[in-house]
């Protein structure tokens, strides 16, 4: 090969290593470092520490029923999405043996009757084999697709209620939307925050990765409307999305606040009565025709008196009067 050849060819090699590391820096500052910076320190609990919710540590962050029965013999074992965190330590603290959770160091060990991959895992886990019960929001289209080509059919039972919530910077002077400005915005329809009684701002709409628990939800907020891709984000005031659980804790540090919705704000009791417009449901899901009894024992458990107590104490809607 010439050598002037070659040398120009490893020129332009090197060109578009160093533009490509440079993009990526700067899709770094302009977006993802953005992005956190709109996040007060409250927003940043919307991670869930897991360390926080290990049943059997004496966690003041667990609530459980001390003199509740344990299981015997085949544990289920038990996965969940990340917001529902809090509520399935308290149902496994409750009534799972203290030796069935077993930790590692990147988390829960292979053999731990309790795990948390987060929705998008433990519906695949669920479909897999890998867990016997998970606690999620309701699957997505892809996630009943995966099951349906697996040939696995579900089982969901209800066991809480909780409130898909949008929320802005405090000093967004808009409080309230209805749910057609919600698809208009997610849509790309309403692009600016004037349009619906704001300021003179581009919208940045935020939402969350396909097959989320709460990019799910957003997506049965939007009927038949396809949610655009979220470029604003890079340059407008942002609308993001979360579970009304994530964002209650955030509140009292300040930085953000939840939009009423066709009026109504999401309270407990907003949420029981149905008023809320976009409440959903907190599921717990096996395999139809699972055979392990002690499945059926811990569903029946969740929906007792004592663990409807410990939904309401984890910050939940119950579905039965506790």
């Known amino acids: ?82 917001a529902l965190l809090p509520m399935y330590a308290g149902f496994v603290e409750s009534i799972y043996p203290s030796g069935s959770v077993k930790t590692a160091a990147d988390g829960y060990a292979p053999e731990s009757a309790m795990h948390y991959t987060n929705t998008r895992g433990a519906y695949k886990d669920i479909v897999d084999g890998k ?32 409130a898909f919530v949008f929320i802005v910077n405090d000093s967004n002077p808009v409080s309230d939307l209805t749910v057609d400005q919600i698809r208009g915005i997610y849509s790309g329809r309403i692009k600016n925050w004037k349009e619906v009684g704001g300021k003179n701002i581009p919208i940045a709409a935020m939402h969350r ?32 999305i979360s579970f009304r659980y994530y964002v209650t804790g955030m509140l009292g540090e300040g930085g953000v606040k939840i939009l009423k919705i066709n009026g109504v704000e999401p309270t407990a009791k907003t949420i029981a009565d149905g008023s809320y417009p976009v409440a959903g449901g907190v599921y717990a899901i096996y395999r139809k025709g699972e055979k392990n009894p002690n499945v059926y024992k811990t569903v029946d458990f969740m929906l007792s008196p004592e663990g409807q107590e410990i939904v309401e104490k984890s910050g939940y809607i119950p579905v039965k009067s506790a």
């Open 209 to 240: 990765n396909k097959g989320s628990g709460s990019q799910t939800a957003l997506e049965k907020v939007m009927g038949n409307e396809p949610i655009k891709p979220d470029y604003t984000t890079l340059f407008g005031s942002p609308i993001g």
């Open 131 to 162: 867990a016997d019960i998970i606690i999620c929001a309701q699957p997505s289209e892809e996630q009943l697709k995966y099951a349906k080509d697996n040939g696995v059919e579900l089982e969901m039972v209800q066991i809480a209620s909780d």
């Open 1 to 82: 090969m010439d050598k002037k050849k070659l040398v120009k060819q490893l020129a332009v090699i090197l060109f578009v290593v160093i533009f490509f590391a440079g993009l990526d820096l700067g899709i770094y500052h302009l977006f993802i470092k953005r992005v956190i910076s709109h996040h007060s320190p409250g927003m940043q609990k919307m991670s869930v520490e897991v360390s926080n919710y290990v049943p059997f540590t004496d966690s003041k962050n667990i609530f459980s029923a001390k003199d509740a029965p344990k299981l015997e013999g085949d544990i289920p074992t038990i996965d969940g999405a990340a």
